[in-house]
C-alpha cells in the first residue's frame, strides 16, 4: 500500500531542535490519521504525537507536551514532527505511522492501531 520514508533526525544538544518529516510514496494518507512514535534501546514503541486526516485534532504524549508539534501537509503527502527543547530522554528512533482506519475525526494512540510503519530515524539528544 503506502510506503512512509522518515527523515529529518540527527545529533543535537539538549535544549535544540530538531524537524522530522514523514514522506509518503504511492498512494496518499490524506484520509488517513498518521502518528509519530518512538523506540529508545531495550524499551517498548510509544506513541508520541498524532494528527486527524484533516489536521485537527492533535494529541500528544504527557512527556512531549508543549515542546513537540504535529502538522500535516495532505497536497505533499508529508506529515511533520517539530521537537523543540529536546531533553536526551527523547533519544529514540521516531517512526511514523498510517492509522488503520480511514475518515475518522478520533485519534488513537496504540501502536496495534497503525500500520505501514516507515523505516525509522535516529534522534539522539546529548547532555
Known amino acids: 500500500q503506502v510506503q512512509l520514508v522518515e527523515s529529518g533526525g540527527g545529533l543535537v544538544q539538549a535544549g535544540g531542535s530538531l524537524r522530522l518529516s514523514c514522506a509518503a510514496s504511492?498512494?496518499?494518507?490524506?484520509?488517513?490519521?498518521m502518528g509519530w512514535f518512538r523506540q529508545a534501546p531495550g524499551e517498548e514503541r510509544e506513541f508520541v504525537a498524532a494528527?486527524?486526516?484533516?489536521?485537527?485534532?492533535?494529541r500528544y504524549a504527557d512527556s512531549v507536551k508543549g515542546r513537540f508539534t504535529i502538522s500535516r501537509d495532505n497536497a505533499k503527502n508529508t506529515v511533520s514532527l517539530q521537537m523543540n527543547s529536546l531533553k536526551p530522554e527523547d533519544t529514540a528512533v521516531y517512526y511514523c505511522?498510517?492509522?488503520?482506519?480511514?475518515?475518522?475525526?478520533?485519534?488513537?494512540?496504540?501502536?496495534?492501531?497503525?500500520?505501514?510503519w516507515g523505516q525509522g530515524t535516529q534522534v539522539t539528544v546529548s547532555s
Open positions: 494528527i486527524s486526516w484533516l489536521g485537527w485534532p492533535t
Open positions: 505511522a498510517k492509522d488503520r482506519v480511514p475518515n475518522s475525526g478520533i485519534i488513537r494512540i496504540g501502536v496495534d492501531s497503525y500500520a505501514d
Open positions: 504511492g498512494r496518499t494518507f490524506s484520509s488517513y490519521a
